[in-house]
């Protein structure tokens, strides 16, 4: 092979040289003109608009590429009944009739013009502290609104990242336990990269003078509230607001952007996704993002934005990984996500072998200490309502949320015919547990059910929720029919 001569090589690599040094002095100078940051304060605004407002779990349209603009933020406070969860109901005081109150959604520059009507059917005065604000009490000193008036103030919007919002007004802590919070993003110059799915999701703790589940209308409770002795953690305002028809959803290959902020007033979220890894955390909400996350931290009074790409099919399941608040107080959502199945990702179940180290026996659950004294029922739609209750706290995690069971460990309760044959017997199976093998619609199972402890009236309500459901025979089960079973034992 032929050599090129020396001062050849040499010449091209002289040229070569030139060549990389313009390209870095052009492209140097072009990033130096796009990126350098404008200090925020100075970047002008173009005329009016009127800011979208949303109810969660959704957000506003993104900001996209569009310039900064005098946005005008039509807020109204509403003291409103609502539900906690079937058969409790509470009083929410809110920013916009929802809990979390509105999403506001603005970009770096923008100068918001807010408007705070306080509704004249409310009681109380209130205000509001955004954390997005540069000024004193972040706008609670220029926003304390008495009932049927409106209060009008403006700031800019400086630091880009996603805000807590929430009332100012003494006691802090009651009116934030009340409902009163919400999310403001503030998007950078040419909006956050877009993804498929955005939704907004907020934790908050509850304190009633009722135990979790006492039924009818509760009140406030100031000493469980300074105690932290939460009676409800929950998304969004209420059990179940983000269960069932209330899941958000995806599709397979699609990125979801969770805003993710929390309330408080008092506890800090574990925030996790059964069955997810974040690909990028906004760590706080604010610049920084980790990458690869099992479960991320939102403080009370703060934020998080997370986002992941869906691979498999399946419903996913949103929790404080401080479990106990998800599995009994209420701090659990779902994602369900629909596609092919991928197996290269997930196999799925490939075989069950029973596997029983203390021996067939049945395990029982350990039995609470304060049961709660139940209202005598007023209707079969009640008993459903409680019974679906009681099925989504304890039969759920083993016999899954439509009653489909899991193949070859658990049976279903859907259509099943082993259910529907004997009324006596599915008593006894919810009473005392059930050992050994059986037929349910043509598969045998032999594994275990730990006996449940449940009131005969709960045990009651609970299979006139399955007996109605899925295809069952619509019995209806009695405390009595219970109590019999129960007796001839
Ligand atoms: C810890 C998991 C678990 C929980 C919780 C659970 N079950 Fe079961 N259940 C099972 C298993 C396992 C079997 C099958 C036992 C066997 O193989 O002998 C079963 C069997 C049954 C059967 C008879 C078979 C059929 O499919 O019809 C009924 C009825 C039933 N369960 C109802 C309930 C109800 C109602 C609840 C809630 C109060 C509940 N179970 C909670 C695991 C569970
Ligand atoms: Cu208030």
Redesign the pocket.
Known sequence: MKTQPNFLRLYFNYKLALLALAFITLTACSNKEKSEPKDAEDIPVSREMIAELTAPPHVPTPVGRRKAKKLIVDMEILEEEGEMTNGVSYVYWTFGGSVPGSFIRTRVGDEVEFHLKNHPDNKLPHNIDLHAVNGPGGGAESSFVAPGHEKVFSFKVLNPGLYVYHCATAPVGMHIANGMYGLILVEPEGGLPLVDKEYYLMQGDFYTKGAHGERGLQAFDMQKAIDEKADYVVFNGKVGALTGDNAITANVGETVRLFLGNGGPNLVSSFHVIGEIFDKVHVEGGDLINTNVQTTLIPAGGAAIVEFKVEVPGTFIMVDHSIFRAFNKGALGMLKVEGEENKKIYSGELRDDIYLPEGGGIQTMPEGDNVVQEAPLQSLEEQLERGKQ??MQ??????QSE?Q?IPS?????AN?????ADVD??IG??LN??????T??GE???????R?S?SPS??AN??T??YNSWGNSKKVITTAMVEKVRNQK
């Open positions: 009681a099925y304890t039969c759920f995690a083993c016999h009653g069971g460990a658990f049976p279903p309760l099943s015919d082993y259910l529907n017997r599915a199976v919810v547990g059930l050992t050994g093998e059986i349910v619609n045998t199972y032999n594994s275990v059910m730990t449940q449940l709960e045990v609970v299979l929720y399955v």
